[in-house]
């Protein structure tokens, strides 16, 4: 997949149709905290995502505080968002549904 930095436009469509995630860094990436119910579901959320994140090579910025999970999505090497970020964010969302 192209790791080419999206418009603001493109952005913008693509956030509009995320549920829980919003603009960050004055627009060059995306943010949303996941709560669970304890540590053990939050922790399973991020193994599934650490796999699925490796399996694309793309990797996202995030922390685990004991039941909540705050992540960060950008492409470092894009200097923004790309299609891989919001393609991640899709899949979070479905791991956590």
Do not use: C, Q
Not at 8 to 18: D, P, W
Not at 48 to 67: C, F, G, Q, T
Not at 80 to 87: N, R, S
């Amino acid at each position: 997949m192209a790791r080419e930095k999206l418009s603001k436009e493109t952005v913008a469509g693509s956030l509009a149709g995320l549920d829980g995630w919003s603009l960050a860094n004055d627009g060059g990436a995306i943010a949303r905290s996941f709560t669970f119910n304890n540590f053990s579901e939050a922790f399973a959320f991020m193994t599934r995502v650490a796999l699925a994140a490796e399996k694309m090579d793309h990797h996202p910025d995030w922390s685990n505080i004991y039941k909540t999970v705050n992540v960060t999505l950008n492409t470092h090497d894009a200097g923004g968002l790309t299609a891989l970020d919001f393609e991640l964010a899709r899949k979070m969302n479905r791991y956590f549904d």
